[in-house]
């Protein structure tokens, strides 16, 4: 493995990942922008189709497109996917968001580390793949997606397409530490109806906010101390959080409606839908005791996925063959021990996991407490060396 290492290494060239990442951020890929990720995709196959490697550009829906591309090998062996997301949120606030500067070994602007740095470095390691002609069995593909920071479509595109791999890779920032589970997500509205009438006669009217406030009161008592009950032993804990609340229109009217939205995050080992039904038989104990309690329940806009979907937790087997190969290629490109963790956020590989059957762990360059930050960056040693984490584990687990 050492010889292979030091044939990658050779084209591995860190000023042209650098030139790559810089490159994509100029490219702007927010929300709003026409086609939003689509001209990432086809700079993303002008590389590939540079380096001979079969590349096409596909749409999702309303002009923008993924960018699958393959390098195979033409021997029976494993199929291993490098999955990463081509948009961004937006540049709100931040300071010359898609001019790329280095400053101090570190390349700012939007997108450094969520993801582009990522997306260069899996492209890397299909071209130094490739030049080294290291990949004897097997094959791997490429997928840069679209809409991975919304609803999620261009990875459940992917998937409806058919595709099949025996593991997966998703290049989120984690410092290069092996994550090998992230937590479920799901963001609820509750929309508390109650009876609005002037504050001088507040007897014959129903306070919406009052209702909110007897259901966080139960959620306090009841609902909450049960889900951090809930331990795992990589993701530590469930969790539920209530950030944002809404009541009410001025301070002489009784209020006649409320919202509450809520952040559910839940283990491997919790279920969508024993998940909801907390939350529904919390409801329904307080409209059995309070008749002039209501409340509708509904999943928040920003997080509907597609009919059949949800944002499904990950969790790989510590034990299994891609985990393994990933902590050997982690400690041969860095010379240092693998550090094994979980992802704090969520994630595409929920869906490659829970939909796909894909066994995947998340791994990239980059740090996650930037993203979507004033100051986002990517410190550029990280580049190389993720793209040798990558093209080693490739190699390494289709041949086996």
């Not at 951090?228 to 944002?244: Q, R």
């Not at 309690?293 to 944002?311: A, I, L, N, P, W």
């Amino acid at each position: 493995m050492n010889r292979v290492k030091e044939e990658l290494i050779s084209y591995i060239d860190e000023k042209k990942l650098v030139d790559m990442t810089a490159d994509m951020i100029r490219i702007q890929s927010y929300p709003g922008i026409q086609g939003q990720e689509t001209d990432v995709a086809h700079y993303i196959k002008s590389i590939f189709d540079k380096k001979g490697i079969p590349c096409q550009v596909k749409e999702v829906a309303d002009g923008r497109c993924n960018v699958i591309a393959t390098l195979d090998s033409g021997a029976p062996g494993k199929t291993i996917l490098l999955n990463g997301h081509m948009d961004t949120v937006k540049a709100d606030g931040m300071e010359d968001a898609f001019i790329p500067k280095l400053i101090d070994g570190k390349l700012y602007g939007r997108g450094a580390s969520d993801m582009k740095g990522p997306l260069a470095s899996m492209i890397g390691a299909m071209i130094a793949v490739k030049e080294a002609n290291a990949l004897k069995k097997g094959k791997i593909i490429f997928t840069g997606v679209v809409d991975e920071e919304h609803k999620s479509m261009g990875t459940i595109h992917i998937l409806e397409s058919g595709i099949i791999a025996d593991g997966a890779i998703v290049g989120e920032p984690t410092e290069l530490t092996v994550c090998t589970a992230h937590r479920g997500l799901e963001w609820f509205q509750f929309h508390f109806i109650g009876k609005a009438v002037h504050g001088g006669s507040q007897q014959e009217g129903i306070n919406a906010i009052s209702k909110a406030v007897a259901f966080i009161n139960a959620m306090e008592e009841r609902l909450i101390p049960k889900v951090y009950a809930k331990k795992h032993p990589l993701l530590k804990e469930a969790t539920v959080n209530y950030g944002v609340i809404h009541g009410g229109t001025q301070l002489s009217t009784v209020a006649g409606e409320c919202d509450l939205y809520v952040d559910r995050r839940y283990l491997p080992e919790e279920t969508y839908e024993e998940m909801v039904a907390e939350f529904q038989d919390l409801l329904d104990e307080l409209a059995a005791k309070d008749p002039k309690f209501q409340c509708e329940m509904r999943v928040m806009e920003e997080s509907v996925m597609k009919t059949g979907y949800v944002h499904e937790p990950m969790e790989t087997d510590l034990e299994h063959p891609l985990v393994r190969t990933i902590k050997k290629s982690v400690e041969i490109a860095t010379g240092e021990g693998p550090v094994m963790s979980f992802f704090p956020a969520w994630t595409d590989g929920g869906l490659l996991k829970a939909y796909g059957n894909i066994p995947t762990v998340v791994l990239g360059p980059g740090l996650i407490e930037c993203c979507h930050a004033l100051h986002e960056y990517i410190p550029v040693s990280h580049l190389p060396k993720a793209a040798l984490i990558y093209a080693l584990t490739a190699i390494d687990f289709c041949h086996s």
